[in-house]
T-cell receptor
Framework: DAMVIQNPRYQVTQFGKPVTLSCSQTLNHNVMYWYQQKSSQAPKLLFH???????NEADTPDNFQSRRPNTSFCFLDIRSPGLGDAAMYLCATSRDLREEETQYFGPGTRLLVL | SQKIEQNSEALNIQEGKTATLTCNYTNYSPAYLQWYRQDPGRGPVFLLLIRENEKEKRKERLKVTFDTTLKQSLFHITASQPADSATYLC????????????FGKGTHLIIQP
């Protein structure tokens, strides 16, 4: 089945130690998104790629970076995680950027910062 | 800035009744509105999309309305079942698709047997 896969499902890191979260998709979608979701909060868009074009949200901290080496894979790098970065990180895809496009989400990676 | 409000963080409904969830928005005129379901520890799953020129959209036991004058969408689940218990998120596109989706915090729905 076509899907969005995130690895790992749970990630524990230490304060200040760089961490990378992975996302892959078999949907062959053009757009990949990263959202941050804290407990009982709305998913918050961090950035997205349309093909190789990177689009950063204005309020996304510089501590968060992303890479998309090919259509299928996208990575979220947190350079120096702080305690406030503990959250669920959701990867999503869509075929295009048109308004009516629905998004397909992965299961998420829950990040714990010690 | 855009703001999305969903009616409550927890809604308890008796099995078999109709659950109605509310999504209100301000400072925004979306052409489309979407509803997603999110189970604990999982990513959101798309349910329904409604366009601004559509008053109502149905899918099985689900019904969504969209009132652009009131800036409100209602999401109904008829003949509710305990398996419908989840968090339901309303999402709007900020226009042109360029900024992804803006989500509400969601309403936690509990269907009691």
């Amino acid at each position: 089945d076509a899907m969005v896969i995130q690895n790992p499902r749970y990630q524990v890191t230490q304060f200040g130690k760089p961490v990378t979260l992975s996302c892959s998709q078999t949907l062959n979608h053009n757009v990949m998104y990263w959202y941050q979701q804290k407990s009982s909060q709305a998913p918050k868009l961090l950035f997205h790629y349309y093909d190789k074009d990177f689009n950063n949200e204005a309020d996304t901290p510089d501590n968060f970076q992303s890479r998309r080496p090919n259509t299928s894979f996208c990575f979220l790098d947190i350079r120096s995680p702080g305690l406030g970065d503990a959250a669920m990180y959701l990867c999503a895809t869509s075929r295009d950027l048109r308004e009516e496009e629905t998004q397909y989400f992965g299961p998420g990676t829950r990040l714990l910062v010690l | 800035s855009q703001k999305i409000e969903q009616n409550s963080e927890a809604l308890n409904i008796q099995e078999g009744k109709t659950a109605t969830l509310t999504c209100n928005y301000t400072n925004y005129s979306p052409a489309y509105l979407q509803w997603y379901r999110q189970d604990p520890g999982r990513g959101p799953v798309f349910l329904l999309l409604i366009r601004e020129n559509e008053k109502e959209k149905r899918k099985e036991r689900l019904k969504v309305t969209f009132d652009t004058t009131l800036k409100q969408s209602l999401f109904h689940i008829t003949a509710s079942q305990p398996a419908d218990s989840a968090t339901y998120l309303c999402a709007l596109d900020s226009g042109g698709g360029a900024d992804g989706l803006t989500f509400g915090k969601g309403t936690h729905l509990i269907i009691q047997p």
